[in-house]
């Protein structure tokens, strides 16, 4: 199978190349400039058109603003594509969607195989405590540009999902600041080089209960990517989860 990993040279870029060449792919990478990332040659952005000719998937773990520029160059060309950036305003999920009519898309917050099973509990924890406080609290590395992040969002929606309302997210708290019937805390921590860690609680009734995912290593996330790319090879267009791989 022929990978191209854009944004090869990334934290998680340069993760996802290695597992893909680990598992005996054949892979090239694409970034800003020429380099080599174990091994694997790395070519500049305007040799992507070129490079998907033999491309069988496409794997983006970049910024936003680079997500929806090759978007449209992957759609074009017709090569499924797997998009792990976040951060994304309306009109990048827009650019994504309109991808997605010409060629397979599967886009997700979070490739870990543990946070697909933590979304499936925080729901049928949430639809059992129907009237317990929400509060969420989320940690990554000092580096991390978004916030909250996408895994966090996406547990909001879940929990909004499994309650059948929109609740207001709460960013933090300061001063006088009594809680709402209808709100859900959202507590965001950036320190250090952690991977990632996400924490849902829920408390009533005397009691708490608490559910908790922790990344110890990028390379959860490149060998939930590349198991996507395996999946996504010879779909249909369209729009596809992490869920659908799982």
Known sequence: MNVVV??????????????????????????????TVED???????????????????????????????????????VPY?????????????????????????????????????LRVVEAGTEALPDYDVELTETHHNGKRDAPSGTANTILDVVDSAREAE?????????????????VGVH???AGTIRGEHELMLAGNDE??????RAESRRVFAAGAVDAAEWLADREPGWYEFGDVL
């Open 82 to 118: 797997i998009v792990g950036t976040t951060g994304f305003e309306e009109s990048g999920i827009e650019a994504l969607r309109a991808a997605s009519e010409s060629t397979a898309v599967l886009k997700a917050s979070n490739f870990a195989r543990g946070v697909q099973a933590l």
């Open 40 to 78: 694997v040659r790395v070519y500049p952005n305007d040799d992507l058109p070129e490079l998907l000719d033999d491309a069988d998937a496409v794997v983006d773990f970049t910024v936003p603003e680079a997500t929806r520029e090759y978007a449209g160059v992957v759609a074009e060309a017709g």
């Open 208 to 213: 708490v209960l608490t559910l908790t995912h």
């Open 6 to 35: 854009v944004g090869a040279t990334g934290r998680t870029g340069s993760e996802i190349v290695a597992e893909a060449s680990g598992r005996g792919h054949d892979v090239v990478g694409v970034a800003t400039a020429s380099d």
């Open 188 to 190: 965001v921590r950036r």
């Open 167 to 183: 609740l207001k997210r709460t960013h933090g708290r300061e001063g006088e600041h009594p809680r709402e019937e209808s709100a």
